[in-house]
């Protein structure tokens, strides 16, 4: 079993950045691949980011690339998505997931975290 909170989210002006930080408690949590997704207003969830469990392999959606960074520190527990340059099509709530790897499907969910991005 693993619980993910997540925080860094708020409002930020076009171009400027945040740093999502999503903490996992549970022993495992070094076994599973993590993965960062959003859901803006009346759009269907989407994936944004993903790293392995070791950190070795990372993924990104097409409109995040070279902006996005995903990372995890296994000692602590917490896997981070730092936002740079962002744009007002980046605004929804962003909820970090858990999986037994990068092919399956994510078992567990976060409650999720606001970014606004205005104009």
């Known amino acids: 079993q693993v619980q993910l909170v997540e925080s860094g989210g708020g409002l930020v002006q076009a171009g400027g950045s945040l740093r999502l930080s999503c903490a996992a408690s549970g022993r495992t949590f070094s076994r599973y691949a993590m993965g960062w997704f959003r859901q803006a207003p009346g759009k269907e969830r989407e994936f944004v980011a993903a790293i392995s469990w070791s950190g070795m392999t990372t993924s990104y959606r097409d409109s995040v690339k070279g902006r996005f960074t995903i990372s995890r520190d296994n000692a602590k527990n917490t896997v981070h998505l730092q936002m740079n340059s962002l744009k007002p099509e980046d605004t929804a709530v962003y909820y970090c997931?858990?999986?037994?790897?990068?092919?399956?499907?994510?078992?567990?969910w976060g409650q999720g975290t606001q970014v606004t991005v205005s104009s």
């Open positions: 997931a858990a999986a037994p790897n990068l092919s399956h499907p994510y078992d567990y």
